[in-house]
């Protein structure tokens, strides 16, 4: 596998799981130890003595993201974030340090595989999600409920069937930006017209704010609580539960990864699925 390279939001994302995530707060001189202890003296630049002015010289942020640029120049990252998880002292922070970990590594296709009670993990690909969707995940959904206006389901098999005439055309971006927007529209009218069972979930947001208002990983993990989808939010591909920072190019030219045929089949999979699932709760 090429040698991992995160861009400053995944960047900065790491930073801020290092310096106050699941293992707590970190001073800097606490940072400057548990570096050492993993093996990362170069971390003090060239000719700078390690004292305390030096130190104070340096944001926490500072400081931690030159530790990770200087990881990534040597090719280290990927033993960083493993090293980053198995160095908690109990499994179930362990476990907290995988699943954050993945989540910053899924825009690039790759995730941290392993056991947080043995403390083994290792920087993977995302499994490929096997064959190019069938003529029946491809075919339009069953949008008839009764929280879906006749206009709202016209619309919405009209959108369907463009996402289908996308892909076939190779279109993958805006495939994913199509299914992407069918989904969350169908879940919020779910949790728009159940409003007392949605907001009875531990998971809706507090304040309880207007589903309007609810961002699509919320209404994804709401929907998975409830019983509604089978899913869990991470069993969706990032760029679907993140899908409106990619309707900018910009977004798209400084995070993620290259679109490909696996991370497409995941999306249709997924998507489909939880069509499926809402079509018969």
């Not at 003595?49 to 200087?70: F, K």
């Not at 392993?114 to 993990?121: A, H, K, L, Q, S």
């Not at 009875?200 to 947001?205: H, I, T």
Request: hydrophobic share 40%; proline share 7%.
């Amino acid at each position: 596998m090429r040698s991992l390279t995160l861009r400053h939001r995944a960047v900065r994302q790491l930073v801020h799981l290092i310096i106050d995530g699941p293992a707590g707060y970190r001073t800097a001189w606490e940072l400057e130890a548990y570096f050492i202890d993993l093996g990362y003296v170069h971390t003090v630049q060239p000719g700078s003595r390690l004292t305390y002015a030096y130190i104070l010289a340096e944001s926490r942020i500072e400081y931690v993201t030159r530790v990770i640029e200087q990881a990534q120049e040597l090719g280290r990252l990927e033993q960083l974030l493993t090293q980053l998880a198995q160095s908690a002292l109990c499994a179930p922070i362990r476990g907290q340090l995988q699943v954050a970990i993945s989540e910053i590594l899924s825009p690039y296709g790759q995730r941290l595989d392993g056991d947080p009670e043995t403390g083994v993990f290792q920087v993977v690909r995302r499994a490929p999600q096997g064959t190019p969707p069938t003529p029946a995940q491809l075919s339009v959904p069953e949008f008839r409920q009764d929280q879906l206006s006749p206009e709202e389901v016209a619309l919405l098999e009209a959108r369907w069937l463009e996402a289908v005439t996308m892909y076939q055309a190779g279109a993958l971006r805006m495939t994913i930006l199509a299914l992407s927007a069918i989904l969350e529209h169908v879940l919020m009218a779910r949790a728009h017209w159940r409003p007392d069972e949605a907001g009875a979930s531990p998971l809706s947001p507090e304040p309880h704010l207007p589903v309007r208002d609810w961002t699509f990983d919320t209404l994804l993990a709401v929907a998975a609580e409830r019983d509604w989808i089978r899913a869990s939010p991470q069993d969706f591909p990032y760029r679907v539960r993140q899908y409106r920072r990619y309707l900018s190019p910009r977004q798209e030219l400084q995070e993620g990864p290259l679109l490909d045929d696996d991370l497409s089949h995941e999306v249709w999979r997924s998507v489909r699925q939880a069509l499926d699932d809402l079509s018969v709760v």
